[in-house]
């Protein structure tokens, strides 16, 4: 899919609509998409990616680390160990590669300095409010771009490395895109917080348009634009399908993200998400690998720990505590989000917000979680009294 010819007719300024309430189209230019109403531009940036196929330290002799400023590349044997196997992660030990992490500013010295051209940069645009610029670009030449960006960052993941957690809760969703697929042609699939792009690694024959409010930049494949779900560049009934993995539970304002959604799906459009259920943090619990991460916090952190022993408990295990990007909602705790994330609270909150549930499917079981149990775990398969997500399929409420 190509993003910029696909933006060049469809986007519309989030400002304008958050304050105005009008979709106002965007003037494609080659520095960015321009409001003509409230004079915003959106800039287009060059977001940094490692390709872990070029990447090869040992010929570079870390070129990319030398020249970053940031410390934002490090070593890592397997990029985001979070979706494999611990067996997985130590038989790759030995292929290490380069990693970018937060601290990346997109300054491109690195893509500058690798001589494998294993480190590149994309240029994307970014549609945040709190990042567009009040004047019109001074390079006014339209933006006819048509390029795609449907590469192939990193290598799929293969059946036996991957975490029950991550195989479990993306079959299931597949299965479900499928047989949408044969019952309505689907021409616009948004993934609405696509992290690393795991869904489109999963379906690489399915052409997805992939929005974010951060760049992963150890991503499968590249995202299509920088978005807040709360205020999508999209026309309203412009989308016929959805998905949305584990994000619901991060946002500032989860209604305002329901309702982008729908004003942006079609009137027969459907939503997929996935989400946690009160049993994910016992799961967490009972993986061993997040207990090294619990008392590593301690050691770091002893004061607070003996300040209040239960309260640092508490707050330490809650799912969303780093995850939250505007930094205003209360604070969550593991209490809350266990009383919080019941199917009772998730379907309320859909109704709320005019949505009606055709489906929901029980994910995974209690040890889902647990890297060392892998292929008992597996076995286990999906559990209907302890799942640890919850995948809804979601309509718009019939006018």
Not at 98 to 113: F, M, P, R, W
Not at 194 to 199: D, M, R, S, T
Not at 233 to 254: A, C, G, M, W, Y
């Given at each position: 899919m190509s993003s910029f010819n696909f933006f060049n007719k469809n986007s519309i300024c989030p400002n304008c609509f958050d304050k105005f309430k009008t979709e106002e189209g965007l003037k494609p230019y080659r520095q960015g998409y321009h409001?003509?109403?409230?004079?915003?531009?959106?800039?287009?940036?060059?977001?940094?990616?490692?390709?872990?196929?070029?990447?090869?330290?040992?010929?570079?002799?870390?070129?990319?680390?030398?020249?970053c400023g940031k410390n934002a590349i490090s070593k890592f044997s397997i990029k985001n160990k979070s979706y494999f196997t611990f067996s997985s992660v130590i038989k790759n030990s030995k292929n290490a590669r380069?990693?970018?992490?937060?601290?990346?500013?997109?300054?491109?010295?690195?893509?500058?300095?690798c001589p494998l051209k294993a480190i590149i940069d994309i240029e994307t645009p970014v549609f945040l409010i709190s990042e567009s610029i009040d004047c019109a670009p001074l390079d006014t030449t339209e933006n006819k771009s048509e390029k795609t960006i449907n590469i192939q960052l990193r290598q799929p993941l293969k059946k036996k490395g991957i975490r029950p957690i991550i195989q479990l809760l993306y079959e299931a969703i597949i299965n479900e895109v499928r047989s949408l697929e044969k019952k309505n042609k689907?021409?616009?699939?948004?993934?609405?917080?696509?992290?690393?792009?795991?869904?489109?690694?999963?379906i690489p024959d399915r052409e997805i348009l992939s929005l974010d409010i951060n760049a992963d930049h150890n991503a499968f494949y590249p995202l299509h634009a920088i978005a807040n779900g709360?205020?999508?560049?999209?026309?309203?009934?412009?989308?016929?399908?959805?998905?949305?993995?584990?994000?619901?539970?991060?946002?500032?304002?989860?209604?305002?993200?329901?309702?982008?959604?729908?004003?942006t799906l079609k009137e027969n459009g459907r939503l997929i998400i996935a989400l946690p259920t009160p049993w994910w943090h016992l799961g967490k619990l009972l993986s061993l690998h997040h207990h090294f991460n619990y008392w590593l916090h301690i050691f770091k952190n002893p004061f607070d720990f003996l300040k209040n022993p239960l309260k640092d408990f508490d707050k330490f295990w809650a799912h969303e505590k780093d995850c939250n990007y505007e930094g205003t909602k209360q604070a969550m705790t593991l209490s809350k989000e266990i009383k919080n994330f019941s199917a009772k609270n998730w379907e309320k909150l859909f109704n709320d917000c005019g949505l009606i549930v055709e489906k929901r499917i029980n994910v995974g079981n209690v040890l889902s979680n647990n890297v060392l149990l892998t292929n008992f775990t597996k076995k286990l398969g999906n559990s209907?009294?302890?799942?640890?997500?919850?995948?809804?399929?979601?309509?718009?409420?019939?006018?």
């Open positions: 409001c003509p109403r409230c004079q915003r531009t959106y800039p287009i940036k060059k977001i940094v990616y490692a390709r872990e196929d070029k990447c090869d330290p040992k010929k570079c002799n870390w070129e990319c680390k030398k020249a380069a990693s970018i992490n937060e601290n990346c500013n997109n300054c491109l010295d690195c893509v500058k300095k689907i021409d616009l699939m948004v993934d609405n917080g696509c992290g690393a792009n795991l869904l489109k690694m999963f709360e205020h999508l560049p999209l026309r309203k009934q412009s989308v016929d399908l959805f998905t949305s993995i584990n994000v619901l539970e991060h946002v500032t304002n989860p209604s305002n993200y329901l309702d982008e959604i729908k004003r209907s009294k302890h799942p640890i997500h919850f995948i809804y399929l979601l309509k718009k409420h019939e006018k």
